[in-house]
């Protein structure tokens, strides 16, 4: 019993970690807080992190660096299979929340997404989560 306690310790410890590394997981939970009621009123705030999310997903899917490592898992996501997560992670959310969003809201002053971005920014780099490739680096290799 000890044993699979250690266990179920270890992997929702590991699937925590993963979550909060990738802006994606970050729009998740943004995306169920609201749906629940809690975020109703940062209705446009949640809005441009989805539209955010969606566009660097068409980048780091189809320009750079076309592959996602999952850490911890030692997963190599890329080709078709990285293509139809792209749609079902950062699409798919959206369409949801744009079919269903409310013009009846008032617009918030977007404190939550500039908030949510800049305490990612601060405490989690995205050129190493999503192996970017600069420039500098590409022209040395």
């Known amino acids: 019993m000890i044993g699979l306690l250690k266990f179920l310790f270890l992997f929702f ?22 749906y629940l009621g ?10 441009y992190t989805l539209i955010l999310i969606s566009f660097c997903g068409l980048i780091i899917t189809y320009i750079n660096p076309k592959y996602i490592l999952i850490p911890y898992l030692n997963i190599k996501l890329q080709g078709k299979t990285l293509q ?3 749609i079902l992670g950062h699409h798919l959310p959206l369409i949801v929340f744009l079919y269903q969003y409310d013009n009846k809201i008032k ?6 997404f500039f908030s949510i971005l800049t305490i990612y920014l601060l405490f989690i780099n995205p050129f190493r989560v999503y192996n970017f490739i600069c420039l500098k680096l590409k022209n040395k290799m």
């Open 13 to 34: 410890n590991i699937m925590a970690r993963i979550f909060i590394r990738f802006f994606t997981g970050w729009g998740f939970m943004l995306q169920v807080l609201y």
């Open 38 to 47: 809690f975020l109703k009123s940062y209705q446009e705030s949640i809005l």
């Open 84 to 86: 139809v997560l792209d």
């Open 107 to 112: 617009s918030d002053n977007l404190v939550l």
